[in-house]
């Protein structure tokens, strides 16, 4: 299925988003009351909505959720990752860690839909931390952010699941998951890898780890949804 632009009633009017809908859910983003009841924000890493980005939101698709992958900053075709000075520089001059372009799309979605997960990946995990804390989603999954251990003091309001590995450059990773786990509401699982290990495209890939990752993701969602789900 080919992403199809969408372009949200009120921040997104001059912002590109793109929208997935989910295997059960409407071919039509204004079709509301056949609209499917879940779905996930999809953030991107500094490159951009690259093809890493792309196969995640696909793979929240082929689960049946409805996917946005909202663009962050304004960018004609995503970094490579050989640019990844000049993708950071782009990133903090555009917009940084300033979680209101991420609320306002949840504040949008909130009415629309039952259960709203945030997955965010490097910064976009950052980001994604942030959003727990604003009460509009239902659970969160962070790939990596080595920015959260900067905000640890802002506690999720939802289920959060943090998946790090365990060698890192710039922070220590051991020292972020021990923070981390002191909080209610948060798992911070680590592996046996470096950044970038569940995205196909990087050097650093494992796919052992990968699947994995997706193992414990796919429970962690199969149990927020048990806990969410109103009766019909």
């Known amino acids: 299925m080919q992403p199809v632009p969408f372009v949200s ?13 989910g295997i059960s859910g409407a071919s039509n983003a204004s079709s509301l009351s056949i609209r499917n009841r879940r779905a996930a924000i999809i953030l991107h890493e ?6 890493h980005i792309q196969r995640a939101g696909h ?10 992958t909202p663009s962050l900053f304004p960018h004609h075709t995503p970094f490579r990752y050989e640019q990844q000075e000049e993708a950071y520089h782009h990133f ?6 300033d979680s ?9 979605l909130r009415v629309q839909y039952e259960t709203l997960i945030v997955v965010g ?3 976009g995990a ?10 509009l989603c239902d659970g969160v999954i962070c790939y990596y952010g080595s920015r959260i251990r900067q905000y640890t003091h802002l506690a999720p309001r939802c289920p959060t699941l943090v998946i790090i590995a365990r060698y890192e450059p710039a ?37 052992a780890l990968s699947h994995q990752v997706m193992d414990l993701v796919t429970t962690f969602i199969r149990d927020l949804i048990s806990a969410n789900t109103s009766p019909d």
């Open 100 to 108: 209101a372009v991420v609320t306002t799309l949840l504040n949008d």
């Open 171 to 207: 922070f220590d990773p051991l020292a972020m998951r021990q923070a981390l786990e002191k909080l209610p509401r948060v798992r911070c699982k680590m592996y046996d890898a470096r950044h970038g290990f569940c995205d196909a495209d990087s050097a650093t890939f494992d796919a």
């Open 9 to 21: 009633r009120t921040h997104y009017d001059k912002k590109h988003c793109v929208f997935v809908p």
């Open 126 to 135: 950052t980001l994604a931390w942030l959003s727990a804390a604003s009460g």
């Open 59 to 68: 793979e929240w698709m082929t689960r049946g959720f409805d996917v946005y």
């Open 121 to 123: 990946y490097s910064v």
């Open 92 to 97: 903090s001059e555009n917009i940084g860690f």
């Open 46 to 51: 500094i490159y951009g909505i690259n093809a």
